[in-house]
């Protein structure tokens, strides 16, 4: 939730622009656009991992990742949260200046951290305690410009409504990353492959952009350092006050990745990068995709002050989060280890003992990340920033107690732990600003656990007595089905969305005839 305070007010823009009817079908032809490219990219990254995993050694994915965390704190900073500002001005030429002054933040912020890997790559190994990462340090001043050229595009083409180039550009960047990590191995299987692709991938990415941006060179040839100035002042409360939020929620998902490495070296990092990496991608995709339904329909009742309607939709969506997301948390819970081992190979086990220790945490989250829109609905951001500030501490807090006295399972299992109660919180806390009783939603956890436990009675006996991978796996794929239609058949906005179905295939039926 780096930018929901802004989003909010675009989200409102989007409504009333829905609502004309004229331009309602355009208006879903590029959602779909925008939606189709992400979940491409995205099933795409998610297929192609196994043949990572399959080159690559722990180790070599550990010292990516924390390549990944060192250059993600400096991307999220190099446009100082103007980039959120390109969709604010009524003229198309305050908007180009304020679009050219985040280009020059950016150039600035690759040129800046460019000299300091010259000069610091060797005490920068030693304190992340991961030998060999200085010869690849020199790559994230590329990086860091690459991706922030790309922020900076992404929200000019947004403005201008052209979503399939934005969709044509992270497919792109996606084929083209895993095309060079798969390639490179050829002649040197090392984390300059991972690194060398990722560069890659927003590289082509930024030049497929470009051709969508080149029709608005008339536009940028106005610009002007007086007017960037001005819109710099103008909007100087994204840099002042967003780029706080935006701190904290950038450097809490890297506090695991510098602190493991520092107590246990750059192979457990690489174990918890898959752990990560694997249950989010699919856990992300479905609740971006959910958030971004609800916070337009909440928005849309918020302007049309009804909040009797927003309470039912708030319930209904958090229902469904729990009604979906429990069972697979609970395969995982049950079969981890054995999962990750058949999918990714025997080196990964540790990725699969992780993930078990995780998956409570994870699931809290899917929970909460499309629900935390209400934040900005309610106006409460000053407690989201409370709230990822605490995070974050305890996150550092964990994972040091940790490392200083234990293992990296009991490390993980302080870190887990922490978010559990922080999680926790949030949603209670989400969930009451909605006037929506807690018990309520802990009777529908409770519920749909108990059903997915019961359900999974034959896999856990099955696990017990040590039985065969693949009877497990027939044993899971059996299951699975079963859960959700015990779940879905009593639920009425699923039978109402069955039977619009079936009456659609059936007026097509009579249509054919």
Same mark, same amino acid.
């Given at each position: 939730?780096?930018? #929901?305070?802004?989003?909010? *007010?675009?989200? !409102? ?11 309602? !079908? ?5 959602? =779909? ?92 190994? #030693?304190?992340?305690?991961? +030998? ?52 490179? @191995? ?6 300059? &492959? ?17 051709? &969508?941006? %080149? ?11 007086k007017k960037m100035k001005e819109m710099a002042i103008k909007y100087k409360n994204f840099p002042l006050f967003s780029s706080w939020s935006t701190l904290a929620n950038s450097i809490s998902?890297?506090? +695991?990745?510098? =602190?493991?490495? *520092? *107590? ?39 302007? &049309? ?29 049950? =079969? ?19 993930? %078990? ?12 990340? @499309? ?27 964990? =994972? ?28 209670? *806390?989400?969930?009451?600003?909605? &006037?929506?009783? %807690? ?14 436990m019961v359900v999974s009675i034959p896999l856990i006996l099955l696990e017990v007595l040590s039985a065969n991978f693949y009877v497990l796996l027939l044993a899971a794929v059996t299951i699975? @089905? ?6 879905? #058949? ?24």
């Amino acid at each position: 939730m780096k930018k #929901h305070a802004q989003n909010f *007010y675009l989200y !409102s823009k989007v409504v009333n622009y829905m609502l004309e009817p004229n331009k309602a !079908s355009n208006f879903i032809a590029n959602v =779909l656009k925008l939606v189709s490219g992400s979940v491409t990219a995205q099933i795409m990254g998610i297929l192609l991992v196994p043949l990572i995993t399959r080159i690559y050694s722990p180790e070599d994915l550990g010292i990516f990742q924390l390549f990944l965390s060192i250059s993600g704190i400096l991307i999220i900073f190099s446009t100082f949260s103007y980039q959120f500002a390109i969709m604010l001005p009524k003229t198309e030429e305050d908007s180009a200046n304020v679009a050219f002054l985040c280009a020059i933040l950016v150039t600035l912020t690759s040129l800046l951290s460019a000299v300091a890997v010259l000069f610091l790559p060797k005490d920068v190994e #030693h304190m992340l305690n991961a +030998p060999g990462i200085s010869k690849y340090l020199i790559y994230i001043p590329a990086i860091t410009f690459f991706n922030g050229i790309f922020f900076v595009q992404n929200y000019w083409l947004s403005r201008k409504i052209r979503f399939g180039v934005i969709a044509g550009s992270r497919i792109l960047n996606t084929v083209s990353t895993k095309a060079f990590q798969l390639v490179i @191995p050829i002649w040197n299987v090392s984390p300059l &492959g991972l690194i060398a692709g990722y560069v890659a991938g927003y590289g082509f990415a930024d030049l497929f952009m470009l051709k &969508g941006v %080149k029709n608005d060179l008339g536009v940028f040839k106005r610009i002007s350092f007086k007017k960037m100035k001005e819109m710099a002042i103008k909007y100087k409360n994204f840099p002042l006050f967003s780029s706080w939020s935006t701190l904290a929620n950038s450097i809490s998902p890297q506090v +695991p990745t510098f =602190l493991l490495a *520092y *107590y246990y070296g750059t192979s457990v990092v690489g174990y918890f990068s898959l752990a990560n990496q694997v249950v989010n991608m699919p856990m992300g995709l479905l609740g971006t995709a959910i958030q971004q339904v609800f916070f337009q329909k909440i928005s849309e009742i918020k302007n &049309g002050n009804d909040p009797g309607n927003m309470k039912v939709i708030i319930s209904e969506v958090y229902k469904k989060l729990i009604l979906i997301g429990v069972f697979p948390m609970i395969l995982l819970l049950i =079969l981890g280890g054995e999962i990750f081992t058949f999918a990714f190979g025997k080196s990964w086990y540790t990725s699969g003992i992780y993930i %078990k220790i995780l998956v409570p945490w994870i699931f809290l989250v899917f929970l909460s990340s @499309p629900i935390s829109t209400l934040y900005s609905v309610f106006d409460k951001q000053g407690v989201w920033l409370t709230f990822s500030i605490f995070l974050l501490i305890s996150r550092v807090v964990a =994972l040091v107690i940790g490392g200083t006295y234990g293992s990296a399972e009991f490390s993980l299992g302080l870190f887990s732990f922490t978010g559990i109660l922080f999680w926790l919180w949030n949603n209670a *806390y989400l969930l009451n600003l909605a &006037g929506i009783s %807690k018990m309520e939603s802990v009777k529908i956890l409770c519920k749909y656990t108990a059903i997915g436990m019961v359900v999974s009675i034959p896999l856990i006996l099955l696990e017990v007595l040590s039985a065969n991978f693949y009877v497990l796996l027939l044993a899971a794929v059996t299951i699975t @089905p079963i859960y959700y239609v015990i779940t879905l #058949h009593d639920d009425p906005t699923f039978k109402k969305i069955f039977s619009a179905f079936l009456v659609n295939v059936k007026k097509k039926k009579m249509g054919r005839l």
